[in-house]
């Protein structure tokens, strides 16, 4: 998996995720076009980001990470991907490379999920991270690399 800052030009393929009702079923209502490119100059092409493309091997536009800090400590990590590319593993291979950068940064690692997104928990659980319960409605996992945070 390669994971990349977002260009303007990732608005269409972004669109096919963000406007997707299935992929947006458990976050919020699909967005149109012109949400997609806001989103992009509001969370992609800002500095730092808060989100980066994600492309599989072949250079295919998979879907989009999200990686920023969740607080002082911590990074939020996440994914969002096409429906064409779900259960093929990336969401636990971009899971994986995103806790690896984390731990480099010497945080620890949060997933937030609705509390009905039974994969992403399943994700979650599989890579590690700890159900801290819930909190504003999401359920809260966690994962710490340094035990003097």
């Known amino acids: 998996m390669i994971i990349r800052k977002m ?38 092409l800002c500095d730092p980001p808060s989100v980066f493309a994600a492309e599989n091997d072949a250079g295919e536009f998979v879907g989009y990470v999200i990686f920023h800090e969740y607080d002082t400590n911590s990074m939020e990590i996440g994914w969002l991907l ?6 093929k593993g990336y969401a ?12 480099e940064l010497g945080k620890s690692a949060v997933i937030e ?3 009905e997104q039974d994969i992403t928990k399943k994700i979650a659980i599989r890579a590690g991270l700890d159900f801290k319960g819930i909190e504003d409605g999401l359920c809260l996992f966690a994962k710490t690399f340094n035990s003097s945070l």
């Open 92 to 103: 636990t291979a971009l899971t994986s490379e995103l806790l690896e950068r984390t731990k």
């Open 82 to 87: 096409k429906k064409k590319h779900w259960g």
């Open 7 to 44: 260009i303007k030009s990732d608005a269409q393929d972004l669109y096919e995720v963000l406007s997707d009702p299935d992929v947006m079923k458990y976050i919020e209502p699909p967005y149109s076009m012109d949400q997609t490119e806001q989103f992009i100059k509001d969370y992609g």
């Open 113 to 115: 999920c609705d509390p």
